[in-house]
């Protein structure tokens, strides 16, 4: 696991929403913070397409360096056979450890819903309330605990490990973001993402940079990643944490895109969302919405400021009494 770097982090973080028009929003977000010079661009979310990032880059209006981060791990692996087969060990690990925490949440979750509607005293039902809540936390605090463990243990087992071929990706990498204004990270699938920046310490070399990221992006850069969505093609609505974070971005859990995959007016469903997730603040994304994290004069801590940086969305503060705060400023 990347260790939190936010107690030692000194330059802007800045979170945002779906972008729509290709990225005009980012875009603003860029000239905001002064930047007019080249930027890193992380778009290994797309897969396969990270390099079809011609709209994007028009849109953020400077010029930008895609780092291929799923092109560099595909050369990778296919380059080095041992390493390629450890991290497939360490992947099909990992999604075997979550499935088993998804297991133990569905049965959390249908007893939860069981107790809820019996028929007893309006105080012991408060009390059963709370037991779910904390029952929730330790099946998610236990999932967390698992995930470091593996991170841990692989790059302790890999770190001493001459590979050739990462250690000239990693140089490469740390050229680029030395010759940049600033760091953005786009959306897509999240795990691929994350898999990626840990692969080459994309983050760990970016301490002196501004970064702007949002959807998937801004989700690996938060304490906890947590997948969530209400309407499901497939299987149940129950939000699970699907890893740790780099924690640039404390103390708040980040969900992208709500008007498709949160249900606003499902007040219990948020409330006991919310209480799951407390003391992090649950921040609903919608487009056009922005929170920046800053370090104020004199400190190394980040500490939140939140605005919408357009009129078409807000970030929505989503309260542990089921409240959907659409007018929440920090």
Known sequence: MERPLSHRRTANVTLLGPQANGGLHAGSALKELGITGPVALITAGWQERETEDAVLSAALGVETVNLRLHGRSEELFAADPDFAAAYKARQTRLRHIQSF??????????????????????????????????????????????????????????????????????????????????????????????????????????????????????????????????????????????????????????????????????????????????????VAMDYGSELRFAAPSGTDALLPQARPLAMSGHAYHLTSTGHVDKEWRR
């Open 101 to 282: 925490y998804r297991i133990r949440l569905e049965s959390a979750d249908d007893a939860a819903r069981a107790i809820a509607v019996r028929h007893v005293s309006d105080q012991l039902i408060a009390e059963e309330w709370e037991v779910s809540i904390n029952h929730f936390r330790h099946i998610d605090a236990d999932h967390i605990a698992r995930c470091r463990e593996v991170h841990l243990g692989f790059r302790q087992e890999w770190k001493a490990e001459v590979r050739p071929v990462r250690d000239r990706q990693i140089k490469e990498v740390r050229g680029l973001l030395g010759d940049v204004g600033a760091l953005v990270i786009a959306g897509g699938h999240v795990g691929s993402l994350l898999n990626r920046l840990r692969l080459f310490d994309v983050i760990e070399m970016s301490e002196h940079l501004p970064i702007v990221a949002w959807s998937a992006g801004a989700m690996v850069l938060t304490d906890r990643i947590v997948c969530f969505h209400d309407f499901p093609p497939y299987g149940t609505d129950i939000a699970q944490i699907f890893d740790v974070g780099y924690g640039l971005a404390p103390g708040i859990v980040v969900l992208p895109d709500p008007q498709r995959r949160v249900r606003l007016d499902d007040t219990t469903g948020i409330s006991r969302f919310a209480s799951r997730m407390s003391p992090a603040m649950c």
